[in-house]
């Protein structure tokens, strides 16, 4: 029997109306009464995987103007998938859902809206709303550099442990042992690891964490320059830049302020943006394809809707030596 708002408000006695407004996220709403509505939906399967689907989308929900790693890594995510995804023979649209949107519809609805066998959603913080309904979510789902326990969700990133450990072994090798870091935003998944990958990267080259060595930015290159004159004021002699664009802009800020790079302060970063060769020194990063990460998205996510097993993708980083990193002379 096919499943309905009717039907489903008639096993909850519920209005259909309020099933509706339920299923679509919206306020007026109670939790409880949506947390109802949203957990039988899911048991009579009203959310239903439509095998015949040959249709994913790619999406987005940062803002659309954000200027950030991710939104520069992005395009590059999107032809390796689109790539992949054609060998496939399916179809790829780029949707976008703000927080608003993401309060206004759930993702299971907003899957079965636009009629997707699939999604890969990019630019989650921990705080969308989204990304609790990764945990219960019956749409099959990647997600990028966000980690999610459930079986319908898988991930794909870069090696965050391994970026840390190619940065740091690269600059204690240079002879530095005072390695400020300089993250992203905490509401970013990546963050924590990237962090992760700071710590582990120091224990293991016997180096103590100092935690006044770390400065949150939020991925831009205004929050490097706010870094560089806050690291400036202490003894560290090498950055290592959870992103790109931070240390792109810490090297103009640094420049600005009298250092002559890499002499008085060397440099680390995570991406390899194109950027990386216009800066003044060419910047010395940790490589991370987006190509490669696009077309293992779209293979787990194919997988996903398999039931293949294999939901978790790590792809390895390259450390690339340019000029922005130097033997230490203090």
Known sequence: MKQTIRSIANDLGLSPATVSKALSGRKEISQDTRNRVMSHANEIGY?????????????????ADQEDSHTSLLLGMM??????????QYDVVILNADAAEQERETLDRFAYTNQLAGLLVSGLSTTDPYYEQLKTTRTPVVTWDVYIVNPMVGSVGTNSISGG????AHLT???HRRIAFVNGHREAYISQERMAGYLVALHRHGIRFDPDLCFEGNFTAESGARAADYI????????????????????????ELGYTLPRDMSIVGFDNL?????????LTTINQ???????????????LTQDVPIRHVKLEPQLVIRESAAAVLR
Do not use: N, Q, W
Not at 47 to 59: C, D, N, P
């Open 289 to 303: 394809s987006p190509a490669a990460l696009g077309e293992a998205a779209c293979a787990v996510l194919h997988g």
């Open 274 to 282: 194109p950027i990386c060769m216009g800066c003044m020194p060419a």
């Open 165 to 168: 450990e190619l940065a740091v």
């Open 232 to 255: 400036a004021e202490t003894d560290a002699t090498a950055v290592y830049f959870a992103a790109d664009l931070m240390a792109v802009g810490a090297v103009r800020r640094f420049r």
């Open 47 to 63: 959310f239903k995987r439509a095998e015949g689907r040959r249709r994913l989308a790619i999406l987005t929900v940062s803002p």
């Open 79 to 88: 032809m390796g998938f689109r790539r992949y995804a054609g060998r496939l």
């Open 173 to 175: 090798e240079l002879g």
